[in-house]
């Protein structure tokens, strides 16, 4: 079974900027689009970003677009979230999950990843 860790997670100020990475514990990703997801306090789960298999497909939720940049470099067997000009309303934990086919409109449909990580920690603040 894939298994997701993520990693990168921390404290940083408002314009600051964090890379987060998802790697396969076991297996490869290679063949997976791989979503990344945000939980803040007291909030839903929210999608953040998305990307296909090849890496050659991408989508992102409209509040992240232009500050965030999602990528892959399947011979590290990682997926990596690049977030800069980091808000306040960033902070959450991020997780990770897989899906083996993609969608645009899927993108963000949590029921449609069957694999997820525990999640990192993303704290901006002043």
């Known amino acids: 079974q894939l298994q997701l860790v993520e990693s990168g997670g921390g404290s940083v100020q408002p314009g600051g900027s964090l890379r987060l990475s998802c790697a396969a514990s076991?297996?490869?990703?290679?063949?997976?689009?791989i979503g990344w997801f945000r939980q803040a306090p007291g909030k839903e789960r929210e999608g953040v970003s998305c990307i296909s298999s090849s890496g050659g497909s991408t989508n992102y939720r409209d509040s992240v677009k232009g500050r965030f940049t999602i990528s892959r470099d399947n011979a590290k067997n990682t997926v990596y979230l690049q977030m800069n000009s980091l808000k306040p309303e960033d902070t959450a934990v991020y997780y990770c999950a897989a899906r083996q086919t993609y969608s645009y409109i899927h993108c963000f449909t949590e029921y449609e990843y069957a694999y997820w990580g525990q999640g990192t920690q993303v704290t901006v603040s002043s």
């Open positions: 076991e297996f490869t990703l290679n063949y997976y689009t």
